[in-house]
């Protein structure tokens, strides 16, 4: 058995995350008074309080999601690793690629939680002021896409790519409202089979995070990244890096750039993973792992404490 680690994206959140393992766990307790107590300066807020208790409204926001997603992951790895388990490879949507990061031991718990605070904060900064549109396109090939936006942006002299390479007939495009609108149109008369517009606040990975990639390049700089434990496959690239590229760089990249998680899943398939675990909240990524690979494919969740107990007994075995 070969485990891989899949650590859930923004957007994933919900009240009351979290909470279960607070009540059950001391390892997981004392990993998110840590995180919310170093966390209370930068955000002005007690994020242990905002994940139990909500409102929604407030924890979907950009700059309080990030460091609430990571300081529960971090503890829910945490947890896992005390009973025992631990992977050989592991992977993040988006900024779940942080908690990746942490499970390989490459950034500290203090350090994580307090660099996706930064990485929320120059995100929402970078989208103020904007017009922005996002949406999921089902059941067109990559280069159809791809060569719609292309016409959009030129058409429209905007901003619109392709954003996550999420699995075989779903990918996610992003930029100005203008040309996301300009591209739907395109792809409808493509063949499309469907096109949901997405509620997000910004135009996340594409060319309009570049200020936001800016400042978090020279952020990293403050924080040590230590030799990885275990592979990480990193969004930017649809793998595991080589000799020649940073964890710094990748990460500048990837909030800039797209993800290709698709790639990511086939990439730790070859490499002989055959269990995954998804680490939530939610099951997005867990569907992603099925259109990629198949139905007979070894998929776990831990969302809730009794999720944990349930595969943690079944890995055990």
Known sequence: ??????????????????????DESEV??????????????????????????????????????????????????KVLAAEG?????????????????????????????????????????????????????????????EECCAKAAAETGKVVSAAN??????????GDKEGVDRATGLLKEAGAKRIVPLN?????????????GDLLAQEMKNYGFGKSSIEVVYNAIGRAKNAGETVQELLEKQVQSPVYLEDSIRFMAQQGVDTFVEIGPGKVLSGFVKKTLGADVRIFNIDTAEDLKTVTAELKN
Do not use: W
């Open 165 to 174: 390479y999420n699995c075989p007939g779903q990918i996610v495009i992003s």
């Open 1 to 22: 058995m070969k485990i891989g680690f899949m650590y859930a994206g923004q957007g994933s959140q919900r009240v009351g995350m979290g909470q279960d393992f607070y």
């Open 85 to 145: 388990i631990t992977p050989e490879y592991a992977l993040g949507l988006s900024l779940g690629e942080y908690s990746a990061l942490f499970a390989a031991g490459i950034l500290s718990e203090q350090d994580v939680v307090k660099l996706v605070a930064k990485r929320g904060a120059f995100m929402t900064r970078a989208a103020e002021g904007l017009s922005v549109g996002m949406a999921a396109v089902l059941g067109v090939e990559r280069t159809v896409i």
């Open 28 to 77: 997981f307790r004392t990993s998110l008074d840590a995180a919310a107590e170093s966390l209370k300066g930068e955000l002005g807020l007690d994020i242990k309080e905002l994940s139990f208790n909500g409102p929604l409204e407030k924890l979907s926001l950009t700059a309080y999601t990030q460091p609430a997603m990571v300081a529960f992951a971090v503890g829910v790895t």
């Open 200 to 212: 997000v606040s910004g135009p996340f990975h594409t060319a309009l995070m570049k200020p936001a």
